[in-house]
């Protein structure tokens, strides 16, 4: 079963507007990630958030982790053509397992 | 090599046959994944390993699925009687160590494309 649940299901946006994607998880954790993916290839980890982090920035990227309500978004800010891409959140499964869950993905489009 | 190595990159096979996946992992990495990915779907999750421990097989959908990890390193996924429902990309995963805790990230291969005719 999945851990994570993405929304939108896709996202189609302008360059240089923001993109928001939204993930929800149903167990604790101690981390969320988030992964890239172009055309159906290899995942590419973007960025990882402890349990104990709100907010975390990396370049364009920015994520937020709200343990409470069991969600995390991502936000691409000024957004490029070249953001085109699924991009997941994953956890790991409740418990000290190292076993990582994905969600079901948000595919993004970004038109030039 | 430096990153996870897949092979074959694409396999088409008749319904009923079997077939193998390979994996390379990362060199030094001791956990290794695999996932399935059908066409336009998130990732599923099938067999996780973990250095010389048992392996987590609870996402394998049949027992038509086995994986093996010989030495701690390179894994095969085999697929028996193949079905055309078996279609899709067969991701594998490796990491360093124990994740969980440290919060490693895990680090992606290219995929094997399997399509069942």
């Known amino acids: 079963s999945q851990q994570g649940e993405e929304d939108p299901q896709a996202l189609s946006i302008q360059e240089g507007e923001n993109a928001t994607m939204n993930c929800s998880y149903k167990t604790s954790i101690n981390n969320l990630q988030w992964y890239r993916q172009n055309s159906g290839r290899g995942l590419v980890h973007l960025i990882l958030i402890r349990s104990n982090e709100r907010e975390k920035h990396s370049g364009r990227l920015r994520v937020t982790l709200d343990t409470s309500k069991k969600s995390s978004s991502l936000l691409i800010t000024a957004s490029r053509a070249a953001d085109t891409a699924s991009y997941f959140c994953a956890t790991h499964e409740g418990g000290a397992t190292n076993k990582l869950i994905f969600g079901t993905g948000t595919l993004l489009a970004v038109q030039p | 090599g430096a990153g996870v190595s897949q092979s074959p990159s694409n396999k088409v096979t008749e319904k009923g046959k079997d077939v193998e996946l390979r994996c390379d992992p990362i060199s030094g990495h001791t956990a290794l994944y695999w996932y399935r990915q059908s066409l336009g779907q998130g990732l599923e999750f099938l067999i996780y390993f973990q250095g010389n421990s048992a392996p987590d097989k609870s996402g394998l959908p049949s027992d038509r699925f086995s994986a093996e990890r010989t030495g701690g390193s390179v894994s095969t996924l085999t697929i028996q009687r193949t079905q055309q429902e078996d279609s899709a990309v067969y991701l594998c995963?490796?990491?360093?160590?124990?994740?969980?805790?440290?919060?490693?990230?895990?680090?992606f291969g290219e995929g094997s494309w399997l399509t069942v005719v």
């Open positions: 995963a490796s990491s360093p160590g124990q994740g969980y805790y440290s919060g490693n990230t895990i680090y």
